[in-house]
């Protein structure tokens, strides 16, 4: 459903000048499962995420989504995406039901089905009790359900979640974790990008490892355990990053998408 | 396969297209958001409701307050004026010397009172200093010597007795920082006047002559204007400077708020990633900026003519008796349709300029740069004699403001034969605002871009080290600002023109080296590659020959356009008169040294500058549009005269075009030469004894002139070398790179897929 290949994204930065952001990555997820995005901060998760959303177009390199280009058939891609991410924010003007059922307006939907949809979702995420607080009104918890709900509202085949358990209680997390299973249950294709790794172990088919805009390594847990002989998640993953880090050191900056690092990229496909 | 094929490339066509029914959607929502905001229900509702009645209430207890506020006047000697006509009657001059007399308040002193300790003069003056009377009038002991009857025969006896006794004449004594005290002077040498002439009259009876047998003829003023005019003519003034300004400020705090607000609260990314098109995005908030810049405009002016018809009332303003009441309500009708284009184009100015910041604070400081641009137009019609012309319908806002006034001041016919213009004028300034807010919101850098701390110390560095091989926009638009204002300082010092060739050389050379030196200089500092830069590439050789058949057809069309602007805005005769020692020095002086510096040296030099750097800079980013429209208006601004100005404004859109379609600046410098040569040259070839010339050239009384048949010829023949222009693949093509150089090619995904 998501074809990732060679992707890269550069930035004009005054500080940094040419700042390379995503650094010719590849990688695909299919149907029916969770893709997990490991990385810390800065490492370029929600360049990634948002490229795949088309709110970013790509400097170069290919990413489809669902079998629309993000590029050429961007309107395609958006019909088939949810996009939920601690920068999309909801409206504080309006209320849950309005902020929803205005989403799947825009996906074109009609009165009836969006109405019986609207009812479905409120009631699979237990949102009837704040339908008609307004979006100022709401804890983060309320807000993360709205956001969820205005990400599914249209039924996509994928759905992206950037950072998505970030500043919510455990309850809220773990309700959220919850949805998302249930949503891979349902056959879709899911990524989930975040920093704590205890929610990739739990939740995630398969994961890469991002820093500083490269993949680092990619595949199942039990793959990544037995390819770096280490059963701690958390010492792989500190392991794969200050060999990452030494590496560079030794090579000098390899900071210049060229072809030499797109060939890394291909081997993590 | 052709068939899907054409199916996918017809389903494109129609996802790039806002849709209707989203854009409907889009707009609903930001309108209903708006409406509960508190801040925007303030600004459109609460304050006009409250705003007006309250100024209004405070204009009224201010008038109340300067009433009782009389001008007050001190005359001192009234004993020197014994036996001369009543000047004044008790607290007020004489009724038949003054109108209004309530509204002035005399107090009046003998001389000798007065002249104890010390001079008269010192006293008054500071009295009048102080504030303590708002005028002096001093009448010295030396007046007394203006007997009523006067010596009408031997005058000299008189000035002799005047000298003696010193001063004689009247004095007012007032301060002109002060306005009342100059009212008052006015006020009171009406007096004088006026009693001067009861003097004179009395003189005249005394030596037996009628004075009214003097008076020639009498003259009576009549304003033949009936009511409504004169109310229209006032309205028509002031109320579309209400509404603009009200329309501006009404569109520029809801667009900051959905956009610049919008990006801080996160909920544009939302918008964005949703299947909403940026064009539905854009056009939905464009209607609801629009439609709140026009409640606001609508609101405000209507409150305000309310309140203040009713203050006008009862202040009596407008003239003794005829109060200005309501503006006449159905002409006003036109200021609506007016209201909506303008609301529209300041709504998108306000939209692409709120696009640039990253929270709402920020977009306030972007209100008061977009002000100064645009309330210069909205001023200009307000002063006076400023009428609805061709030169003033072409001008932006102004020229839709005046088209409004002559409609809501009854003269259709003149406003019927501007309404093409204005409209055009208009609407295209209308189509490249909403384009401009477009790009914003197709632009990453300006959505998601910024919010980085900015230091100097970092940013020169960065300047240096992220050199590219052409100029950035950002540098383009500094190199233009550079070159404009130094030019502007520049032309500021020349006081007089030189009387030899040698201080015209110099004089010419001066703005020439202005220009090209800061494009020099910032392409060798700032950027990796002064020849790209400055775009001295090699276009297709057959483009070399072309430009010089280009130019010497285009001369035709280009004389002929300067007529026309000539036309329309003469040049004063002083500047004619101060261009003529120019001309001829240059008619004087060698031809070789005449098209060199005339010719070669500004095709160089403006060219390297306007089409080469700040082209090559505009260019990018897919700035096509950009890029040939700037240059050409930087290109005329340069001129600095207005009539010159607007002529190179038009043949900088041809230079830009061309330079675009070749990718190089060499075809325009060719271009730029043979046009000036020829400028130059023309009185030269007629005179020569060319037997061709007469073919092509007339001697007429203002220089020589082409032949008509060979303007014709010459212009089919210069848009045949146009279309061929558009034909030749340029050497190179800036738009599309984000970075000149580097490959942004862009794969085709299904080829790739297919492989995976």
């Known amino acids: 459903m998501i074809h990732v290949q060679h992707l890269t994204k550069t930035y004009e930065d005054l500080q940094r000048g040419r700042f390379v952001a995503v650094d010719g990555i590849s990688f695909s997820v299919q149907k ?26 790509p400097t170069e390199g290919i990413a489809t989504v669902a079998g629309y280009d993000v590029v050429r058939d961007s309107a395609a891609v958006r019909r088939h995406i949810g996009f939920v991410s601690n920068n999309t924010a909801i409206y504080d003007r309006m209320t849950a039901w309005e902020m929803v059922e205005y989403f799947g307006r825009l996906h074109g939907m009609k009165s009836t089905t969006l109405k019986r949809r609207l009812e479905d979702l409120f009631d699979q995420l237990r949102m009837n009790d704040f339908r008609d607080v307004p979006g100022g009104k709401m804890s983060t918890g309320m807000k993360q359900k709205v956001s969820i709900a205005r990400a599914m509202i249209h039924d996509p085949p994928v759905l992206v979640f950037d950072e998505a ?105 | 396969m052709s068939d899907s094929s054409r199916a996918i490339r017809r389903q494109a066509e129609l996802a790039g297209k806002p849709r209707a029914s989203a854009v409907w959607l889009i707009y609903m929502r930001e309108m209903r958001d708006q409406l509960r905001d508190r801040r925007t229900l303030f600004t459109i509702a609460v304050l006009p409701i409250m705003l007006y009645p309250l100024v209004g209430m405070l204009l009224l207890q201010i008038a109340q307050f300067t009433r009782q506020n009389p001008t007050s006047v001190c005359l001192i000697g009234t004993e020197n004026i014994e036996g001369a006509p009543p000047l004044f009657e008790g607290e007020t001059f004489a009724p038949e010397l003054i109108e209004q007399p309530d509204a002035l308040e005399l107090l009046t002193y003998r001389w000798d009172e007065l002249s104890a300790d010390r001079p008269v003069r010192d006293k008054a003056n500071e009295w009048v200093k102080t504030g303590a009377f708002d005028l002096v009038v ?93 109310e229209a003519a006032f309205w028509s003034k002031l109320l579309p400077f209400i509404m603009l300004v009200w329309a501006m400020t009404g569109a520029f705090y809801p667009a900051v708020d959905l956009v610049a607000g919008e990006k801080e609260r996160g909920t544009l990314e939302t918008l964005l990633c949703s299947p909403a098109l940026r064009s539905e995005i854009v056009w939905g908030k464009l209607g609801a900026v629009a439609s709140f810049s026009m409640l606001t405009a609508l609101l405000n002016a209507g409150s305000m003519l309310l309140t203040s018809s009713l203050v006008f009332q009862h202040m009596g303003v407008g003239g003794a008796g005829a109060a200005l009441g309501a503006p006449p309500l159905v002409p006003m009708l036109w200021l609506f349709v007016a209201l909506v284009p303008l609301s529209c184009l300041f709504s998108a100015l306000a939209l692409a300029v709120a696009a640039m910041a990253q929270s709402s604070k920020e977009g306030q400081y972007y209100l008061m740069p977009l002000m100064m641009v645009t309330l210069p137009l909205v001023m200009l019609p307000m002063l006076p004699g400023t009428t609805l012309n061709i030169g003033t319908s072409l001008i932006p806002v102004s020229g839709m403001f005046l088209l409004v006034r002559a409609l809501v001041e009854g003269q259709y016919g003149t406003a019927l034969f501007y309404v093409p213009m204005v409209a055009t004028v208009t609407g295209s300034c209308l189509w490249l605002a909403a384009r401009w807010a477009r790009r914003q919101f197709e632009d990453e850098a300006v959505l998601f871009g910024g919010g980085e701390q900015w230091e100097l110390g970092m940013w020169v560095r960065h300047l240096w080290r ?88 285009l001369h035709p069309s280009y004389v002929m356009l300067s007529k026309m602007i000539n036309h329309v805005y003469p040049v004063s005769e002083e500047a004619a008169a101060a261009m003529k020692p120019f001309a001829e020095q240059i008619a004087s002086a060698p031809w070789a040294a005449v098209v060199l510096l005339m010719a070669l040296v500004p095709a160089i030099c403006e060219e390297l500058a306007f089409r080469g750097f700040i082209f090559g800079g505009l260019v990018r980013e897919k700035g096509k549009l950009r890029a040939v429209v700037l240059t050409a208006i930087m290109f005329g601004i340069s001129h600095g005269v207005l009539q010159q100005s607007i002529a190179a404004s038009v043949m900088g859109i041809a230079l830009g075009w061309i330079t675009l379609r070749t990718g190089s600046i060499v075809p325009c410098i060719l271009i730029h030469f043979t046009n000036n040569a020829l400028s130059v040259s023309l009185g030269r070839i007629a005179d020569s004894g060319w037997s061709a010339a007469p073919v092509f050239l007339t001697q007429t009384e203002l220089g020589p002139s082409y032949q008509p048949f060979w303007t014709l010829i010459s212009m089919g023949i210069a848009v045949t070398c146009l279309l061929y222009f558009g034909t030749v693949s340029p050497a190179t093509d800036e738009s599309e790179s984000e970075l000149v150089g580097s490959h942004h090619d862009y794969v085709d995904p299904t080829a790739s897929l297919a492989s995976a």
């Open chain 2, 466 to 553: 992220d050199r590219q091989i052409a100029a950035t926009p950002a540098q383009a638009y500094a190199c233009g600002a550079i070159v404009l204002v130094t030019l502007f300082f520049a032309r500021l010092t020349i006081s007089e023109m030189p009387q030899d060739f040698a201080g015209i050389a110099k004089l010419v050379m001066m703005p020439q080296v202005l220009i090209v030196f800061p494009a020099l200089i910032m392409a060798t500092m700032l950027t990796t590659s002064v020849r790209q830069s400055l775009r001295l590439r090699m276009p297709h050789w057959t483009t070399l020959p072309l430009a010089v058949l280009f130019g010497i057809t």
């Open chain 1, 165 to 269: 358990t970030l500043g919510l209680d455990v309850l809220v997390a773990r309700n959220l974790l919850g949805v998302i299973r249930s949503l891979r249950e349902a056959g879709k294709c899911l990524i989930f990008s975040t920093h704590i790794m205890s929610e990739v172990e739990r939740l995630c088919d398969r994961i890469a490892i991002m820093y500083c805009g490269k993949i680092l390594d990619s595949g199942t847990l039990e793959e990544l355990r037995d390819r770096h002989r280490e059963d701690d998640f958390e010492e792989l993953f500190f392991g794969l990053l200050s060999q990452h880090e030494q590496e560079m050191r030794v090579g000098g900056r390899i900071d210049h998408p060229s072809a030499a690092n797109h060939g890394v990229g291909e081997q993590l496909v």
């Open chain 1, 32 to 57: 029916g499962e969770i893709f997990g995005l490991l990385g810390p901060n800065g490492a370029g998760k929600t360049t990634v995420l948002r490229i795949l959303s088309t709110v970013l177009e």
């Open chain 2, 138 to 230: 001093l009448i010295p002991p030396g007046f007394k010597d203006n007997e009523l009857m006067g010596d009408l025969v031997g005058t000299e006896t008189k000035s002799t007795s005047a000298e003696e006794n010193g001063e004689s004449d009247i004095e007012l004594l007032f301060n002109v920082g002060s306005d009342q005290s100059v009212v008052a002077r006015q006020r009171v040498a009406g007096v004088l006047a006026a009693w001067r002439g009861e003097w004179i009259k009395e003189r005249l009876s005394g030596v037996g002559i009628d004075a009214e047998m003097l008076l020639p003829f009498e003259w009576s003023d009549t304003d033949i204007a009936p009511e409504r005019t004169r």
